[in-house]
């Protein structure tokens, strides 16, 4: 794939006076080296949302969801066995609670180091943390379900109120079940051949065969029809699943209605105030276009920069997912670490930072900020309820707290197929599908584009010219314009090899199958 370096044709500006003003929270510091309220709070939201949101079976979410959310921070080998799960129906809470103890803290600390020792040099006083972690009795932290419409939150540890007022976020459309796809899920099977559908769903089939992959969901869509799709026990097309980091691309189609509609700017200087409010700040120089490629230059510890620099205990790319904080503002407040443009990072100051200008466009605008996604998208192409969680102060935490159906990403992913077209109506810009979809020049490899990831270097067993919403734990919305296709695969675990190699055998199963079609 070539790195498109021109500038995309814009309309002109419809310009707004924006006065909304985020409060900046100072961020909570994890005391000693293993930060274990950090580290329980994330399991503690993602095993909430699968239980009262997704409403799935407890033991199901032990061996998928939790193990998964504990691979975030690496302990997934150390840690499930000494963590307490208590869910309480009533309240609609779970909380994780783990007991440091003379018997275990040698195999905490043990596996800790070992996973450390091999990326940095990473050392500690660890008689020192030996003591403190057996000092510190039961260590638990908890999370809640907001409401069916926000889904679930950590809750702080000192006990402050939550930071926005809920609001209901409700679709505007008629029932799914009295509409033909893409805009309902009435889909006419008979219309297919069966011949067409058998190799659809030989492939897809594949996707499902090793149990250790932990396949939940995989969708395909052939030239705008649905022609194959399949869900493990316990999951049903209806079922909102964890998507992680493909709301990333969501974020990156909020921008792109706004810039539809002419409320901002590819290729000007973002809109964030903290940058432009002394002159000579050289993050007044980051565009749209520099956020949208990951590649704004801002001083982002990510999972790959040395334990030692960690802050926070964890990386700042992962304390969002840790703790209470407010995530635009703890994203906005970091200073330049890279001329704009330069360097192509995968980082969630980025999606942050376009999150918080999406949300000060909008209520700029009049507009309600938390349903606005459901009016200005999700309603336009066929998607009833998409759970965009928020932080604690009401910031939609896109770069991994967002849930939604395969056939909900599969729509999403027909939009770009369509270039942004739906219905008719122009959603999105007319050359945003090729935008998002070509190299960023800031990476080496043709492996990022527009908050999306390219193929560009044949990783999986498609086209190179294929571009995804990616997530953790292979979530993954291909969109293959060579083919006419989009495949959306879901699941809850990517710690083994199996989870890549059973999703690239169903892959090559269904373009060959596209090209019998």
Partial sequence: MVAYTGHFDEPAIKRSVIHVKIEYTPPTRSEGVIPLEFILATPAKVVCSALFLSGRDLEEVRKTSFIHALVVHHMHEVLPDLIDITVDKEAHTVMMSLTPSED????????YREFYREFSEFDADWSAERERLVALGTVS?????ISEDLGSAILPLDGRPLGYEPVSVKTALP???????PNGDVV?????PAGVQARFAEAVDAGFADPDAHTAAVVVVHKGELVAERYRPGIASDTQLESWSMGKSITAALIGVLIQERRLSLNEPA????WHAQD????AEITLRDLLQMSSGLKFQGQQSPRQNWVMGVPDHLYVYADVVNSFSYAVSHGLEFPPGTSGRYLNCDPLTLGYIVKRTVESLGEEYL?????????????RRQVLEPDWYGNYLLTGFDYGTARNWARFGLLHLQNGVWGGEQVLPEWWSDFVSSHGPGWDEPRYGGQFWLNGTGEFALPKSTYMAAGFGEQRTFVVPSHDLVIVRMGHRADTPATRESTNRMLGKILEAAEKA
């Fill in 104 to 111: 275990n803290v040698d195999h905490i600390i043990d596996g």
């Fill in 141 to 145: 932290r908890t999370a809640k379900l």
């Fill in 175 to 181: 029932a799914a079940d009295t509409e033909a796809w």
């Fill in 188 to 192: 006419n099977w008979n219309a297919i």
């Fill in 271 to 274: 809109p964030v105030p903290e």
């Fill in 280 to 283: 000579g700040d050289p993050r």
């Fill in 371 to 383: 349903s606005w996604p459901q009016r200005a998208l999700f309603d336009r192409i066929g998607v």
